[in-house]
Nanobody, 124 residues
Framework: QVQLVESGGGLVQAGGPLRLSCAAS????????MGWFRQAPGKEREFVEA????????YYTDSVKGRFTISRDNPKNTVYLQMNSLKPEDTAVYYC?????????????????WGQGTQVTVSS
């Protein structure tokens, strides 16, 4: 099993930055990639950004292009999501997730392990 713990959520004004962290523990050798999803009230959980556990492959959704950056620190088994120029529509619960080899990068079903989520609220 892999355990994921997110931190760093909170309340921020529109245009401001926020950085989320996700620490992985357990059988991390199973991880092929880490991703961030978000879920706003009344909406489906959606893909935000993902990064390979080794190498430099990243994927992101168009709505965060140029504003959000995913990175990782392998010795710390931690993935970060740096969010800049935040908008009220970025308000959601953000979830960290880990996937194994051979599954989808963009789909929720492609990820095997999930964190508990952290609330991000952007005020206008």
């Amino acid at each position: 099993q892999v355990q994921l713990v997110e931190s760093g959520g909170g309340l921020v004004q529109a245009g401001g930055p926020l950085r989320l962290s996700c620490a992985a523990s357990g059988r991390t050798f199973r991880i092929n990639a880490m991703g961030w999803f978000r879920q706003a009230p009344g909406k489906e959980r959606e893909f935000v950004e993902a990064i390979s556990w080794y190498g430099d492959t990243t994927y992101y959704t168009d709505s965060v292009k140029g504003r959000f950056t995913i990175s990782r620190d392998n010795p710390k088994n931690t993935v970060y999501l740096q969010m800049n120029s935040l908008k009220p529509e970025d308000t959601a619960v953000y979830y960290c997730a880990a996937k194994s080899y051979g599954t989808s990068w963009y789909e929720r079903d492609g990820y095997d392990y999930w964190g508990q989520g952290t609330q991000v609220t952007v005020s206008s």
